[in-house]
């Protein structure tokens, strides 16, 4: 199994190298323009097409049938690991990745940076919520996946794919990381530390609860980065 995921990592790693050499090459061709934000944003770039490759490779497997053994025993292995007590906590943690909670959020935030005259942030905080929110509505109704039922557990709207609570606060977070880092660069490694954190609690809240697969966090996180991040760069060679 070992090297399988090694095989599987180094497969993937080609392809994004591929598609950067691709994008790079059609960018200096068909719009020189373009090279100079690219350049900048190279990282970027590069973090866009690995979580949109590793979101379509896991998401290839959840849908054949291929993950179901591995997300069991990493459930029941958590499950059997993580103590009871811990999950008044882990509530609370899942609790700030609910509408309730990030939406009235999200709209604060638009509306304070719209007030400071930050558009571009503004936007982007907008369009990746949104987004997020319109991916998981989309994806839960098309796939359908089973939630988990390996103990007694509380019920949750819709299928267990994707995670819309991870979704979601992976695409505020990471568009709030990304306004923080244009808006004040000095608090940029705070910014992104706390959104990690707060996207790997909330990922880690719906396995210990058992409403969730593992492969249902992974992608979720992935897409849930990649839409802000996806939308920065892209808002970027609009206005290049």
Not at 78 to 90: A, E, R
Not at 92 to 98: D, E, I, K, L, R
Not at 99 to 115: D, G, Q
Not at 221 to 229: R, T, V
Request: aromatic share 10%.
């Amino acid at each position: 199994m070992i090297f399988e995921l090694i095989e599987d990592i180094v497969k993937l790693a080609l392809i994004v190298v591929c598609l950067y050499f691709v994008l790079d090459a059609y960018v200096r061709r068909k719009q020189p323009a373009w090279s100079g934000p690219l350049e900048k944003r190279r990282l970027t770039t590069l973090l866009v097409l690995v979580l949109a490759v590793s979101t379509v490779k896991v998401s290839e497997d959840v849908l054949g049938g291929e993950s179901g053994p591995i997300d069991s025993a990493v459930l029941l292995f958590i499950h059997s690991h993580v103590p009871s007590t811990l999950n008044g906590f882990f509530e609370a943690v899942t609790f700030t990745g609910s509408s309730r909670v990030l939406f009235p959020l999200a709209t604060l935030a638009t509306i304070a940076l719209l007030c400071t005259r930050h558009r571009f942030e503004a936007l982007l905080v907008a369009a990746s919520v949104i987004s997020g929110a319109i991916v998981i509505y989309v994806v839960k109704t098309v796939v359908g996946r089973t939630r988990p039922a390996l103990w007694d557990t509380a019920w949750y709207w819709g299928s267990s794919f994707p995670s819309g609570h991870t979704l979601v606060v992976a695409a505020f977070a990471t568009a709030a990381a990304l306004c923080v880092s244009r808006i004040r660069p000095a608090a940029r490694k705070l910014a992104l530390s706390i959104a990690i954190l707060w996207i790997f609690l909330v990922a880690i809240s719906r396995l210990v609860l058992g409403v969730h697969w593992p492969t249902d966090v992974l992608v979720a996180a992935c897409i849930g980065a990649f839409l802000p991040l996806a939308m920065s760069v892209a808002l970027e060679l609009r206005y290049a």
